[in-house]
């Protein structure tokens, strides 16, 4: 039994609902494990999650559609090795992502009709209507994760902090609102389209009132848990744009004999100035020697880039932002936009 005569049958049943919605499911959850974890994107934060939500709420009913892209998003995060829960905690930011989908999918059935019409054939206008869906969409789900990014990271959450927040996302949206016009021109429109030709959609599954309280109900709960959950760490290919504002990340500054290194790391819960050295270090390419005194519950930064400890009467000292803390730099927790500095200076008397 074809799509088309599935949609022609007034009785459709649930078990052929069930497997339009498995097919979806794959097609979002294959598609997006390919782009991502098989790095076939054509450019950065191209999905393909958003359209096939769009499409689902024409072939099924909303209580069914409203899972194509949880469960997507669900098996393509497992499948590409993102963190999804940590220990117990769902990680808040995957909420955040989660929530915004089933926004997107929300407003999807609620203007279901008023979609489908601007989708029927193809023309120059319907293509502009395509275009501007894929747009607005990405702006609502986008604008929402990025609140979700400074809610959980900014301990004090400044308006400053904000529209860093919003302004180090903009490359991102950029590229995401070149994926939802490809995506929605080449494969929503044409499908649309197809399927209306001589009415084939017209005696879909009708939109009850019944079958949107399911929706409702799962959008108010995932944006509640946004909210509410505690897990705070992030997956690392989502961190990367993050990076490139200190207000959204650790600025950590290496200043040694002539020299001067500095880098963007961002903060995981319980991060301190020492396992952020570590990690500045790595990724940098540069020495790191240290010696841990248990007597003193603290690691001794004996070289850094070569220049080492005691070197003409210098030693390695770090300061956070601007002041010097009276701890070992693994017991002093940090945070993002703090500003760090590594100095190899005389001691000060």
Known sequence: MNISSIL?????????????????????????????????????????????????????????????????????????????????????????????????ALINILNKNRFRKGLVEMKLKNIGFAAGLGIGFVLIYDVWTNFGWWYIISPTHSVESLVAVYSAGVPFMIYHILSGVFTFVTIALPVISFTSIDKRIESSVKTKRIHKIPVFVVVIGLVLLSFTGTALQI??????????????????????????????????????????????????????????????????????????NGDQGMYWQYYVNDDIPMVGCNNFEIKNGDYVEWVFESVPY
């Open 235 to 308: 997956p690392e290919k989502s961190e990367i744009w993050l990076e490139e504002s200190d207000e959204t990340s650790v600025k950590m500054v290496i200043i040694g004999d002539g020299w001067t290194l500095e880098d963007n790391i961002f903060a995981y819960n319980d991060d301190t100035v020492f396992s952020i050295l570590q990690r500045f270090a790595q990724r940098n390419s540069i020495d790191l020697k240290y010696t841990f005194y248990e007597s003193f519950d603290s690691y001794l930064i004996d070289e850094i880039n070569g220049v080492v």
């Open 8 to 104: 022609k049958n007034k009785d459709t049943n649930i078990v052929n609902e069930i497997l339009i919605l498995i097919g979806f499911i794959g097609i979002g959850t294959i598609g997006r494990t390919l782009l991502v974890g098989g790095g076939l994107q054509p450019f950065p934060n191209f999905e393909i999650i958003m359209v096939t939500t769009f499409l689902a709420i024409f072939f099924i009913r909303p209580s069914l559609a409203i899972f194509v892209p949880l469960f997507s998003m669900i098996f393509s995060d497992l499948l590409v090795g993102n963190t999804i829960f940590i220990g117990s905690e769902m990680n808040r930011i995957v909420l955040f992502t989660y929530s915004g989908f089933a926004m997107v």
